[in-house]
């Protein structure tokens, strides 16, 4: 990530009064609701971007302390958190798929602090709320936007760690591109770790060489590889565009902004309890979309423009269901 996107990320801490009434007994009164956000893996990982603009948001909307932690290693979870805890902190949002077991040892000995916690484990009354972190649906029209620009009729995507949740969001993307054009290939590759730039520039170029012409950047380093060789790319989870504005087509969105809100707004009337968040995580709910197009606004094929936004109104009423598929994704 560039200084000028990391300075735009930077916080500073809103603390413009109260926000609502009906606060919890545990709270002083006159005092502002607090958030305190811990990340594993740096800012500009796109999940972590986008929590943080969301908190960000909701903050600045209604005059809330919100401070944040990034690149905490994992033995320091349980410090931080019961820091946090002991300062009554009133919610704590984080990214616990690395730390599940820590942040809920911590979580069960402060049963007045609420978390909402990014999990594959589902929420633990009576203080840990969850989500998911899912985009599947906006990768179904990501992976339609890919086959109808590819003439090679080779997409790719780098992705992460190779777990159920990450091909949920692989087969949603080939799903979407064999619905655009049945025959094509998608070549597919796993860097094995959330944040790790230099090795998933290596494989995007590795694609290249394959004949891969559009890429799906599900982690970070595959936009500067794809604009170096040439190829399109589509962001993934934040719009990615910034990077490279000749490069990236589009985005494949996931804004918590939805989430964060709910969750701020059910602890600052005291009414905070362990609840599922993933469920808003949907087209919907605008929590998922495919960005704008920007400068490829007039180099997408209107017809391809019109059929994913058709397909985008079809998912979000209901007529059509993205299939949420956790089987191993391979290339073909």
Not at 8 to 21: D, M, R, S, Y
Not at 233 to 253: E, K, L, R, W
Request: charged share 20%; aromatic share 8%; hydrophobic share 45%.
């Amino acid at each position: 990530m560039n200084h000028k996107r990391r300075d735009l990320l930077k916080l500073t801490t809103v603390g413009l009064g109260i926000w609502a009434t009906g606060l919890p007994a545990a709270r002083a009164a006159g005092t502002a609701p607090r958030i305190r956000a811990i990340f594993e893996t740096p800012m500009e990982e796109p999940f972590v971007t986008q929590l943080h603009l969301a908190m960000t948001r909701v903050a600045s909307e209604n005059g809330l302390d919100y401070k944040y932690s990034e690149s905490v290693k994992a033995a320091d979870f349980p410090r931080v958190l019961r820091q946090w805890c002991e300062e009554g902190i009133e919610l704590i949002v984080g990214d616990a798929y690395g730390t599940e077991q820590m942040c809920r040892r911590v979580a069960a000995g402060y049963a007045d602090t609420a978390f909402t916690l990014g999990s594959a484990m589902g929420p633990t009354a009576p203080n840990v709320s969850t989500f998911y972190g899912q985009n599947y649906e906006a990768a179904y029209l990501a992976g339609m936007l890919a086959a109808g620009l590819s003439k090679s009729g080779k997409i790719g995507v780098v992705a992460g760690i190779a777990v159920p949740t990450t091909y949920g969001l692989l087969n949603a993307y080939r799903a979407g591109a064999r619905a655009t054009k049945s025959d094509i290939q998608m070549k597919v590759a796993y860097i094995g770790s959330m944040f790790d730039p230099p090795k998933a520039k290596e494989a995007t170029i590795a694609m290249a060489d394959m004949g891969v012409d559009v890429v799906f950047a599900e982690r970070m380093g595959v936009i500067e590889a794809a604009t170096e060789r040439g190829m399109l790319a589509i962001g993934n989870m934040t719009d990615q565009s910034a990077i490279s504005p000749q490069t990236v087509v589009s985005s494949a969105m996931w804004d918590p902004y939805p989430i964060i809100k709910a969750s701020a707004e059910a602890v600052a009337s005291g009414t905070f309890a362990a609840k599922d968040y993933s469920e808003l995580e949907n087209i919907a709910h605008g929590v998922n979309y495919l960005a704008s197009y920007k400068s490829f606004e007039d180099k997408v094929p209107a017809e391809l423009k019109a059929a994913i936004d058709a397909k985008s109104k079809e998912i979000a009423s209901g007529a059509t269901k993205v299939v949420y598929e956790e089987g191993e994704v391979k290339s073909d």
